[in-house]
């Protein structure tokens, strides 16, 4: 199995949480037993050993997410976070565990700052308690005030929060208050999401059955215009549609996804995405042999054409933690990511950024510019001010970036 070429980041899913938030739609488990939560950790580690030996890895980032790793109990996160220090070929150049208010203690970080962890992202969404009852969120006002107060006196590296909104009944000046409270804790970075309602969560039950009102689309887009505009204000600037940060503290780990860097995820539901690799499922199951693809067709180990010369090959564990348990294999899934849509998946990923689509990138993937792609609609978006072309790049305009969706719509060929 060939080296992975270049930096990777490694994005480790630990899907429990204490209870799950009525608007995600993210996988994740609630009320998980112990045993099932340790034996998931110990197979996560496993994995992580298992995709190291194929691949020889250059981590260059870190990212440990859920559902709620600080919720995991002590005993069982201990033991995960020092067997993954140990399995790391390297420290990483960052390193970054998620945390929610209500669950994050001394302990937790010292713990993870033995570990090797250098920044902690801390989701608080809002400090309005009743919108966090609203909404089926644990935790209130105080515990993140608690939260905020304890990382400032003894967490030594850095802070991103996330922040939400379009929440029923948040105004502009409610999403203010509650950045201004937080930007007195200095973070680096802030991510500030716009609510949606999801298919099949509770919020959209109870949005459809009527006991929920959700601001429409234009008041939705008004109150994270004016967060917008208060977090640029005081010196962070949006280097991504959703995403702020001070000079120097963007997130490396989320740039390597939207420049579609190599990544791999592991945990139960992971994805990893490899750009170039040319070969399925076959070489990674010596054992058994056989592996499936997303089609449902068997891959037999060693055909090298199960699978064929790929844009990319796309990794997906199962999301059924036991089976991610018992399986040598993870219950992977190989999907072969075609060159046209890879290439789509650049415009959907890049152009999220300030900078754009990257020139230089593009063109030594696939061998043309970006405007190639569809030279007539990047034309019509041009004349309309909401695209440019610069010499690294194509990327939205300021204006333009409002906009985004729009425009990849129309991008994709007839």
């Given at each position: 199995?060939?080296?992975?070429?270049?930096?990777?980041?490694?994005?480790?899913?630990?899907?429990?949480?204490?209870?799950?938030?009525?608007?995600?739609?993210?996988?994740?488990?609630?009320?998980?037993?112990?045993?099932?939560?340790?034996?998931?950790?110990?197979?996560?580690?496993?994995?992580?050993?298992?995709?190291?030996?194929?691949?020889?890895?250059?981590?260059?980032?870190?990212?440990?997410?859920?559902?709620?790793?600080?919720?995991?109990?002590?005993?069982?996160?201990?033991?995960?976070?020092?067997?993954?220090?140990?399995?790391?070929?390297?420290?990483?150049?960052?390193?970054?565990?998620?945390?929610?208010?209500?669950?994050?203690?001394?302990?937790?970080?010292?713990?993870?700052?033995?570990?090797?962890?250098?920044?902690?992202?801390?989701?608080?969404?809002?400090?309005?308690?009743?919108?966090?009852?609203?909404?089926?969120?644990?935790?209130?006002?105080?515990?993140?005030?608690?939260?905020?107060?304890?990382?400032?006196?003894?967490?030594?590296?850095?802070?991103?929060?996330?922040?939400?909104?379009?929440?029923?009944?948040?105004?502009?000046?409610?999403?203010?208050?509650?950045?201004?409270?937080?930007?007195?804790?200095?973070?680096?970075?802030?991510?500030?999401?716009?609510?949606?309602?999801?298919?099949?969560?509770?919020?959209?039950?109870?949005?459809?059955?009527?006991?929920?009102?959700?601001?429409?689309?234009?008041?939705?887009?008004?109150?994270?215009?004016?967060?917008?505009?208060?977090?640029?204000?005081?010196?962070?600037?949006?280097?991504?549609?959703?995403?702020?940060?001070?000079?120097?503290?963007?997130?490396?780990?989320?740039?390597?996804?939207?420049?579609?860097?190599?990544?791999?995820g592991i945990g139960p539901g992971g994805?990893?995405?490899?750009?170039?690799?040319?070969?399925?499922?076959?070489?990674?199951?010596?054992?058994?042999?056989?592996?499936?693809?997303?089609?449902?067709?068997?891959?037999?180990?060693?055909?090298?054409?199960?699978?064929?010369?790929?844009?990319?090959v796309r990794i997906v564990n199962t999301?059924?933690?036991?089976?991610?348990?018992?399986?040598?294999?993870?219950?992977?899934?190989?999907?072969?990511?075609?060159?046209?849509?890879?290439?789509?998946?650049?415009?959907?990923?890049?152009?999220?950024?300030?900078?754009?689509?990257?020139?230089?990138?593009?063109?030594?993937?696939?061998?043309?510019?970006?405007?190639?792609?569809?030279?007539?609609?990047?034309?019509?978006?041009?004349?309309?001010?909401?695209?440019?072309?610069?010499?690294?790049?194509?990327?939205?305009?300021?204006?333009?970036?409002?906009?985004?969706?729009?425009?990849?719509?129309?991008?994709?060929?007839?």
């Amino acid at each position: 199995m060939p080296d992975i070429p270049g930096p990777l980041a490694l994005y480790i899913h630990i899907p429990f949480c204490r209870k799950k938030c009525s608007y995600c739609d993210f996988f994740s488990l609630a009320g998980a037993s112990g045993d099932l939560i340790a034996r998931t950790l110990d197979s996560t580690i496993r994995e992580l050993s298992f995709m190291i030996d194929r691949f020889h890895p250059d981590f260059d980032t870190v990212y440990v997410g859920g559902g709620t790793p600080s919720s995991v109990s002590r005993e069982v996160f201990s033991a995960f976070m020092t067997a993954l220090a140990s399995a790391l070929p390297r420290t990483p150049r960052e390193f970054t565990v998620e945390a929610n208010p209500e669950t994050v203690d001394g302990w937790f970080l010292d713990s993870i700052a033995q570990a090797g962890a250098r920044r902690i992202s801390l989701g608080i969404q809002t400090l309005r308690d009743d919108v966090l009852k609203t909404v089926g969120r644990l935790g209130n006002r105080a515990a993140t005030m608690a939260a905020l107060d304890l990382i400032r006196g003894r967490w030594k590296g850095d802070l991103s929060v996330d922040l939400i909104a379009g929440f029923p009944g948040q105004s502009g000046k409610v999403l203010t208050e509650d950045l201004d409270t937080v930007l007195g804790y200095s973070p680096g970075h802030v991510s500030l999401y716009s609510l949606t309602v999801e298919e099949g969560t509770p919020l959209e039950k109870s949005v459809r059955n009527g006991s929920i009102r959700m601001p429409d689309g234009d008041e939705q887009d008004e109150v994270w215009l004016t967060g917008r505009e208060f977090l640029m204000a005081r010196g962070y600037v949006q280097y991504e549609v959703s995403n702020f940060a001070l000079p120097g503290k963007e997130c490396r780990h989320n740039r390597h996804y939207w420049d579609l860097d190599p990544y791999i995820g592991i945990g139960p539901g992971g994805v990893s995405t490899l750009p170039g690799i040319t070969h399925g499922p076959e070489g990674f199951f010596p054992q058994t042999g056989a592996a499936r693809d997303r089609t449902g067709t068997t891959a037999e180990t060693g055909d090298s054409g199960a699978l064929g010369a790929l844009g990319a090959v796309r990794i997906v564990n199962t999301s059924n933690v036991e089976r991610f348990c018992s399986d040598e294999n993870f219950g992977m899934l190989f999907e072969a990511i075609q060159p046209a849509d890879f290439m789509f998946e650049h415009f959907m990923m890049g152009l999220r950024t300030r900078e754009g689509l990257g020139r230089d990138r593009y063109r030594s993937r696939f061998g043309s510019e970006p405007e190639s792609y569809n030279p007539a609609t990047v034309e019509k978006w041009k004349r309309k001010g909401m695209v440019e072309s610069t010499p690294d790049a194509l990327r939205m305009t300021d204006s333009g970036f409002l906009f985004l969706n729009e425009f990849l719509v129309e991008l994709l060929p007839d």
